[in-house]
């Protein structure tokens, strides 16, 4: 059973454009969640997606950034015009069907993203 | 909200000597708390969580943690550290079906 897969693991960007990552869950799991890690901090959550519905996106910057989970395939977080300040490196987790409080989450090995 | 607080962003350890991160968490219902390693460009792999079964919690690689409700404390400890566990160490709490993280820890273990 494979676990949570993330690519790219590695992006570069130049200002101004787009990054998209991908984020394909565990099997058997309809939870993702998007974390971002700066230097030095911890994990900041993003958003928590189940399939084709946005649960919780408290944790969006409101400008730039958009997250999806289709029927079929990947979730997909998007940034659009990318800055300096979006470099990070980016998690995705997921979580089984039933989840509940005491679930815990799986996490890919993330995306470095550097914007140059 | 729940979270959670991680004192010390470093801790540096002799290699076989006890192994102390802590963690307080704030809650206003009975919390459900985690304890993750990040090892160098890696994900987050779990290392133990309480779900309220008992209050001393074992897992993976000699590790555990004690859920001390009086104190709002989930410390982790290892009785002899190894130069492979050297890593970060991050505590979280379950809040609205998401994980909130501390700031981490960044364990360091020398020979």
């Known amino acids: 059973n494979a676990g949570v897969m993330q690519n790219p693991r590695h992006l570069v960007r130049r200002r101004g454009q787009e990054a998209r990552l991908r984020c394909s869950p565990m099997?058997?799991?309809?939870?993702v969640y998007w974390y971002r890690q700066l230097p030095e901090e911890g994990l900041k959550f993003m958003v928590y997606?189940?399939?084709?519905?946005?649960?919780?996106e408290s944790g969006m910057p409101k400008e730039r950034f958009s997250a999806e989970f289709p029927k079929e395939g990947p979730s997909i977080l998007r940034i659009q015009q990318v800055v300096r300040g979006d470099s990070a490196a980016y998690f995705c987790?997921?979580?089984?069907?039933?989840?509940?409080?005491?679930?815990?989450?799986?996490f890919g090995q993330g995306t470095r993203l550097t914007v140059v | 909200a729940q979270s959670v607080t991680q004192l010390g962003s470093h801790v540096s350890v002799s290699e076989g000597a006890l192994v102390l991160l802590r963690c307080n968490y704030s809650?206003?219902?009975?919390?459900?708390l985690f304890w993750y390693v990040q090892y160098p460009n890696q994900g987050l792999q779990l290392l133990l969580k309480?779900?309220?079964?008992?209050?001393l919690v074992k897992g993976i690689n000699g590790f555990e943690a004690e859920f001390k409700k009086s104190e709002t404390s989930f410390h982790l400890t290892k009785p002899s550290a190894h130069m492979s566990d050297a890593a970060e160490y991050f505590c979280?709490?379950?809040?609205?079906?998401?994980?909130?993280f501390g700031t981490g820890t960044r364990l360091l273990v020398s020979p």
């Open positions: 979280a709490v379950s809040s609205l079906q998401k994980l909130v």
């Open positions: 987790a997921s979580s089984p069907d039933r989840s509940g409080r005491n679930t815990e989450a799986f």
């Open positions: 099997k058997g799991h309809s939870h």
């Open positions: 309480y779900t309220s079964a008992a209050t």
């Open positions: 997606l189940q399939k084709e519905n946005i649960i919780d």
């Open positions: 809650s206003s219902v009975p919390p459900y």
